[in-house]
């Protein structure tokens, strides 16, 4: 049978555009090896002007902001070990939120800043390879890209003629009807479908559940040597409680405390000046603001000794800011002085004591006309980068230690009502978020049901309650955190966001 018009037009175009899709797919897969080609130490230098401005040391004022950043930044590195892995494939869109810091590696068009002196930038990243996801995270964070321009030259150079052939710097961009004809998907349009919505609570708990179940299951042996370890060290050396500044993983912990065990049995005597205290396995070795005993992660057993022999002089130390507090206390109506590290950086004892001094000294120049109970039950903290006292959103006053006496004793006054309304609004919805998670752990029959740090009551309420509401079979026997993001934690734990879609 003889086949005539359009038919046979378009029969005779397919071994032509067969030829033409082998060879645009040559091009193709030489440049995809030429962007996967880009190592993880210059992947790092690359994105240099990034980690300064998100790096969440900068970010120590500001917990919420802090902890995003943090988890962001995990999630990043961990996309971006992925694609180096050998023979790696496409990975899942990941929708990333950082805070940005205002610096000089920042681009003259800036978007509008927040109160707090940076921005918030979200993204989708839906990149094969490594050198496209760093430019992907430079230019969606308005940070600049001429310094990849000198590195992509010198990864073309370095390779011969016979292996790069012509230079091919432009993703191929077929027309629609291409995909109509041999039923290819087309990925512009998949791209926003995956940036347009975002997996609903229960398909993404169905595919990722079976993972996480795995890895608790694996974790359970060590998990249960952890719980063995601490309740074993706070018995023997009389220990209020065992605790760690950051989210390390199980087996991170357990290491932290077989080191202190094994410090323990070599040199039982080193710790008996640890009775009584809490101890929290930080950055840093000291004692922090609260009294308690910090053990540096990356400290050898020699220096956390050295410290134990402190103590003694640290509790002397301790009854000094004790004594300070009281006295700043009775010349402020009643306010007592408190110090809370979940709010910021962890803040050496040595350090408070001495802001402590510095403030009482200021006082006791300046008579303020306060009634001796007219501030009770009110909290305040003390700042020393700050020039205007201000109200927490919790209720506590924010008090700098130079601050203009007189001007304090008006702001305390004027605002101690509205701190008293926030303070009473603050205990009311800690009450309904304790409430609700206990209500949430019994009706879903969850492991454990937690919350960073960076999601207020307020949210973590309205998270519950749509939990209850939809009662996901999913959910049972899992251990959910409540955070901003999906992810699947290394020892089973599942992140959600606060306002995951339904």
Known sequence: MRISGPAASAMSAIPLLRCTIRLQWKHFATHAVQQRALSGAEAVNALRPFYFAVHPDFFGKYPKEREVNENSLKRLNGYLE?????????????????????????SKVQPELISSGFRSVSFTLHTNDVLSTVMDVLTSCSLPVEHMKGLTASKAASKSPTETGEPFYRTIKWDKSYYTFTGFKDPEQELQQAQRAEPT???????????????????????????????????RFNLTDIRWQRSWGVSHRYC?????????HQNPEALINLQGHTVVFADQSGMNASGHVMLGTMDVHHQWTKLFEQLPGYHSLQQQTHWLKERISLLLG????????????????????????????????????????????????LENDRSNPSLHEMGHFVIPIKCDLPTLQVFLQNQSPEARRRIQRKNQLQAEEEAVVKLCLETLSLRSLSKEPSVSPAQMIQCCERLLEQRSPHMQGLQICVSHFYSVMQDGDLCVPWDWKS
């Not at 040595?350 to 009770?376: C, D, G, I, V, W």
């Open 201 to 235: 609570l229960s398909v993404w708990l169905r595919n990722n559940e079976p993972e996480a179940s795995k890895k608790h299951n694996a974790s359970l042996p060590r998990r249960e040597e952890l719980k063995r370890l601490k309740r074993e060290l706070c018995r």
């Open 256 to 264: 932290q405390l077989q080191s202190l065990s094994r410090l323990s």
């Open 334 to 381: 009643g306010t007592q002085v408190v110090h809370m590290d979940r709010l910021g950086p962890v803040q050496p004892i040595a350090e408070h004591y001495s802001s402590l001094n510095t403030f009482h000294k200021r006082l006791m120049s300046h008579h303020l006309r306060l009634h001796p109970r007219s501030l009770q039950g009110l909290t305040m903290l």
């Open 82 to 106: 992925n694609l180096q892995k050998p023979g790696s494939r496409s990975v899942q869109p990941m929708k990333l939120t950082f805070y940005i810091r205002n610096t000089k590696y920042s």
